[in-house]
């Protein structure tokens, strides 16, 4: 497996994509930061270009890469669910490309799974982070599904076994002063409100990121 993962290192350094597994399904990856490798995506997944992929990074340290620093109600999210299959809609880093985010803002998880942790750390920098799929299609549970989907569309497919579920990340606007979540997935709907009613119940304290 380290040698797929090396190689897989060498080919998001290339420009290349490769698929691997996650947390949750099998993610479609690119360096973030090479737009050709980010178009080849658009096109293998026949995605409509105005709508922004999420970003893979994989620790806390990488964040202020691409956003803004987290306070309040997103730190508290962050640190309770990443790693984990929480997707955090967060303010976008002044300096991140506009192709990488929607609008104002950006989508970012730390997934927790070894091969795809990995893989960004042997690159050093976000990974798109997208479901290995044509989109409207179901998500990609094994690399056969992968296979069967994309075919010979990636460089790369990395077999790491079956992925946990069908389920994908959830996702939770935290860009104001409540969340909203935008996509009710792994992380149920129950734990995202208990953890609200934890944040509200201690904002005397300030909390940000200071990256």
């Not at 691409?66 to 984990?84: D, K, N, S």
């Not at 609008?103 to 290995?132: D, M, Q, W």
Request: contains cysteine; glycine residues 10%; aromatic residues 6%.
């Amino acid at each position: 497996m380290q040698e797929q993962i090396e190689k897989g290192v060498r080919i998001l350094k290339n420009g290349g994509v490769i698929a691997f597994p996650t947390d949750t399904v099998y993610g479609l990856g690119a360096d973030a930061f090479n737009l050709r490798a980010v178009e080849r995506i658009y096109k293998i997944k026949n995605r409509p270009s105005h709508l922004a992929f999420p970003l893979l990074i994989a620790d806390i340290s990488q964040l202020s890469i691409v956003a803004q620093p987290a306070c309040g109600i997103a730190l508290l999210l962050a640190r309770r669910f990443w790693p984990g299959g929480l997707t955090l809609v967060l303010p976008k880093a002044i300096s991140l490309p506009s192709y990488l985010a929607k609008g104002s803002t950006v989508a970012v998880r730390i997934p927790n799974h070894s091969i795809c942790l990995s893989l960004i750390r042997g690159l050093g920098a976000p990974v798109i982070g997208t479901s290995a799929n044509v989109s409207g299609n179901p998500p990609a549970l094994t690399a056969d599904e992968v296979r069967q989907q994309l075919g010979g569309k990636v460089d790369l497919i990395i077999d790491g076994g079956r992925c946990p579920g069908s389920v994908e990340s959830t996702i939770v606007d935290a860009t104001g002063e409540l969340p909203l979540i935008l996509r009710q997935g792994i992380i149920s709907l129950d734990e995202i409100e208990k953890a609200i009613r934890e944040y509200q119940n201690s904002r005397s304290a300030t909390y940000c990121f200071r990256l």
